[in-house]
């Protein structure tokens, strides 16, 4: 199995940043499809930002342009810069990495306020 270790979450205020990172226990540059999906509260959870293998990414509408995915094959790490956040982004945030199955990690929470 895969084991994924989330953390970078906090709590900030509309406009700034955060960057998660997700920690992944194996050679990432086998996985093709992982990234990030988040949950809010009495929400489904939904796509944030994912690779799909070849270079490219995909995004959830409401983050395009605002959100950012990378890697480090290296360090078997994927990460989410989150810019210009909003109240409507505060979630707990997933890894995710499909391999032999989805693997979720436990999440870690992003709070957007004032």
């Known amino acids: 199995q895969v084991q994924l270790v989330e953390s970078g979450g906090g709590l900030v205020q509309p406009g700034e940043s955060l960057r998660l990172s997700c920690v992944i226990s194996?050679?990432?540059?086998?996985?093709?499809?992982m990234g990030w999906y988040r949950q809010a509260p009495g929400k489904q959870r939904e796509l944030v930002a994912r690779?799909?293998?070849?270079?490219?990414?995909e995004y959830g509408d409401s983050v395009k342009g605002r959100f950012t995915i990378s890697r480090d094959n290296a360090k078997n790490t994927i990460y989410l810069q989150m810019n210009s956040l909003k109240p409507e982004d505060t979630a707990v945030y997933y890894c995710?990495?499909?391999?032999?199955?989805?693997?979720w990690g436990q999440g870690t929470q992003v709070t957007v306020s004032l």
């Open positions: 690779f799909l293998g070849s270079g490219v990414t």
């Open positions: 995710n990495a499909f391999y032999n199955g989805a693997n």
């Open positions: 194996r050679d990432i540059a086998s996985i093709y499809n």
